[in-house]
């Protein structure tokens, strides 16, 4: 006998009047919560890369949802303005993307520069629109 349907992150989670299933679906619940409001943490120190990749990568990770800098203002960031070129390559070797969110970082320009990730600039565009930048 169901009591209702739920729809827990997008997907129904079915509700019966049985206790035992109301106990178990709340456990599933719960557990979904806690995950969800996890964020995901990185060890960059452990990561294989140079001393200024990681510094890069730390930055990266400071970049909050739904906006984006650029190759530039990451390099100034960083107390290297003039080094644009060896940023973008520190971005683009990036071993954790998207967990270490190198699609927020775009050309001076505007366009939207590359995304080494799996799927290259389609996932890029993809990730920018999931957390509601308009820029795209």
Not at 26 to 49: D, P, R, T, V, Y
């Amino acid at each position: 006998i169901l009591g209702s349907i739920l729809l827990l992150f997008g997907f129904p989670i079915l509700i019966a009047t049985n206790l035992k299933l109301h106990y178990f679906v709340f456990i599933i619940i719960s557990f979904a919560i806690l995950l969800a409001n996890i964020e995901c943490k990185i060890n960059i120190e452990k990561l294989n890369g140079t001393e200024f990749q990681k510094r890069v990568w730390v930055e990266l990770v400071k970049i909050k949802k739904g906006t984006v800098i650029t190759y530039k203002e990451l390099a100034k960031k960083l107390g290297r303005p003039l080094a644009v070129r060896a940023v973008a390559n520190a971005v683009g070797a990036n071993p954790c993307a998207p967990e270490i969110p190198c699609h927020r970082v775009v050309r001076s320009d505007g366009s939207l520069g590359g995304y080494s990730g799996k799927g290259g600039v389609k996932t890029k565009i993809k990730l920018l629109k999931q957390e509601g930048f308009s820029g795209v």
